[in-house]
């Protein structure tokens, strides 16, 4: 179902090209991109790479692509890497770059919004500050945001609620996830996502974090009986380009590809959407179920209480722990941009 579901939109999806695809140079690049097994790798970003941008550019135009945990990468190193050039472009969910500059979390604090529209347009109003810190300090310039569907709490038990989440043990993969789950008393623990299914099945950890369809494709439902869907964010992405790379890269190049990833931009939040909305379909095995694999677990379902209580945990220990790691230049920053058009104000250190 997958295959025929990724193919069939990478032959319904048509970027146009400004300019004449005939007229461009032959150039190739290497790419790494994002985990294998998520719906974003599958969906959008390999075909993207592998289909679209060569049909496009009649060819002249060539991409090889390897996923992260393919290519044995730890994924918090990706931005170093690129960095030093060691790819042209590179695929990454921004908020594992966290520990080498807070703000790199600021459009995907652990449950900071609720639906995609709301994810996608905090990011845009974070995008200037996001490509200004990558151009100023990593040798690398912005192209796109994406994401994933929303990350909810995939656990080897059936979860009674929230409270049942004190005391256990569970996988996070950025500061802001280790934030929310300390004011609900839980432990979380780091892992890379490769590594999750193995912890899980042998009860290293008790529950993981991860999207509610990502999980499905990875093989989570194998090693889980219940999911429970309070949102700790969108594991956003972000493709970026090494600064070298782009300065080099013909202009002609360059305003084609500016155009193919505006519409693979668009794209990826599509495919976010779609996503999210089966989500509950294939882990519950029912149809229509075309983006990952049938399965039968468990869904928990959000008390208004705990709703309440994750919206608490969001405006005070969230807010206020990134706000700590972050600064007071970046908070006044974040306050005028994501805070205002959520509502929002992070407390100031």
Sequence with gaps: MLRWFTSGIALATVMTVGANAQDLPKTQFKVVGLNGP?????????PFWRETVPKAS????????TPLDQA????KTMLRLLKLGVMDFAGMDISKMAGDDPRFEGCDLAGLTLDADKARAACNAWREVIDRQMQKNWNAKLLAFGGNPPQVFWCRNVLSGLDDLKGKKIRVFNNTMRDF???????????AF???????NNGVVDCGVTGSL??????WPEVTKSLYPMSLGWSINVLAVNLGTWKRIDPKVQ????????????KMWATLKKAAEEADNCNTNKQPCTMGKLASITIVPVKPSEAETHKKLVEGAVL???AKRCGKECVAEWNDTVGKLLGLKAPMP
């Design 255 to 266: 305003a084609f590809l500016q155009e193919q990833v505006k519409a693979y931009e668009d």
């Design 72 to 75: 044995g990468i730890d994924d």
């Design 58 to 65: 009649n060819g002249a135009i060539t991409a090889d692509i």
């Design 194 to 200: 490769a590594e999750v299914v193995p912890a899980l």
């Design 181 to 191: 789950l300390g004011g609900v008393g839980a432990t979380a623990v780091s892992m």
């Design 214 to 219: 990502s999980g499905n494709t990875a093989g």
């Design 320 to 322: 206020a722990n990134w």
């Design 38 to 46: 998520t719906v974003a790798s599958i969906v959008d970003e390999v």
